[in-house]
């Protein structure tokens, strides 16, 4: 089977889940809360309108929300196999391990691609509800769309490494809790401790590279970072097949072992 065919069959699954809402409804969230938090116009925030209002929320955006994005759609997306008890079908498929790996993560990546889309169609809109309700020109700002994509392909780049550890744990484990939870802890925990306990490197954890595109101080090492969280989701990736390849053909082991002592 070749791999556009693979892929297709991936779209399709995702048809019966719940990634979709998920997308739609979290994307929302952000811009919803910055359009009825927003203060009353003066001159501060007209002169720092976009800051303000744009900046503020993609840096939630990236940080919180994107990673989260992929610890439950790697989870969600995996979790269609196990809950429907698929797995063997779909290794009995004429289809290549990577193939089916790939598949999937590839569609991982595109979820989160519509998702970033999303948010910026709901933050234009919120920008034009504000603009009509106290005039500051919000959307004057859009001319400034070349930044815009950059901080948006920044955002998912930072993020790779972060969805690659999260399509491995949502791999490895068949419990719906277990890689949210971990993937849940890794952020929390680790950024704290690096910033609480002042551990050297802490800015190439993995969880960290999301906040660099928008720190000062990480403004001129942000290629490196980018070329670090490609690292990261290469090592990840390969780690999740390795182990993937090894899981099956142990089983297949047993099976033959099986058919041989009946």
Same mark, same amino acid.
């Given at each position: ?206 969880? /960290?590279?999301? $906040? #660099? &595109?928008?720190?000062?101080? *990480?403004?001129? +090492? @942000?290629?490196?970072? %980018? ?6 989701? /290469?090592?990840? $990736? #390969? &780690?999740?097949?390795?182990? *993937?390849?090894? +899981? @099956?053909?142990?089983? %297949? ?6 058919? /041989?002592?009946?």
């Amino acid at each position: 089977m070749i791999f556009t065919a693979s892929l297709r069959s991936e779209f399709l699954k995702t048809k019966r889940s719940s990634v979709v809402y998920l997308t739609l409804v979290a994307a929302f969230m952000i811009p919803f809360v910055l359009v009825f938090d927003h203060g009353s116009p003066n001159s501060e925030l007209i002169a720092n309108g976009w800051d303000n209002f744009y900046r503020e929320g993609f840096q939630v955006f990236a940080f919180l929300f994107l990673p989260f994005f992929y610890v439950l759609t790697s989870t969600l997306i995996l979790q269609i196999e196990v809950r429907c008890n698929t797995w063997k079908q779909v290794l009995a498929s004429p289809q290549l391990y990577i193939h089916i790996l790939l598949a999937k993560f590839i569609v991982i990546q595109i979820l989160a691609i519509v998702f970033v889309l999303v948010f910026n169609i709901y933050m234009i809109v919120g920008c034009a509800i504000i603009d009509s309700l106290h005039n500051l020109n919000y959307l004057t700002y859009l001319e400034r769309w070349p930044e815009l994509i950059q901080l948006n392909i920044m955002a998912l780049v930072t993020n790779v490494g972060i969805s690659a550890l999260s399509f491995w744990l949502a791999l490895r484990f068949k419990n719906f809790i277990v890689p949210i939870g971990i993937g849940i802890l890794l952020w929390l925990i680790g950024p704290t401790a690096a910033l609480e306990l002042k551990i050297p490197h802490f800015d190439k954890y993995v969880f /960290v590279l999301p $906040f #660099t &595109i928008m720190a000062k101080k *990480f403004e001129y +090492q @942000r290629a490196f970072y %980018q070329f670090l969280s490609v690292g990261y989701g /290469v090592f990840f $990736f #390969t &780690i999740a097949y390795l182990e *993937f390849v090894w +899981q @099956r053909r142990s089983l %297949q082991v047993c099976w033959k072992k099986e058919k /041989v002592s009946n």
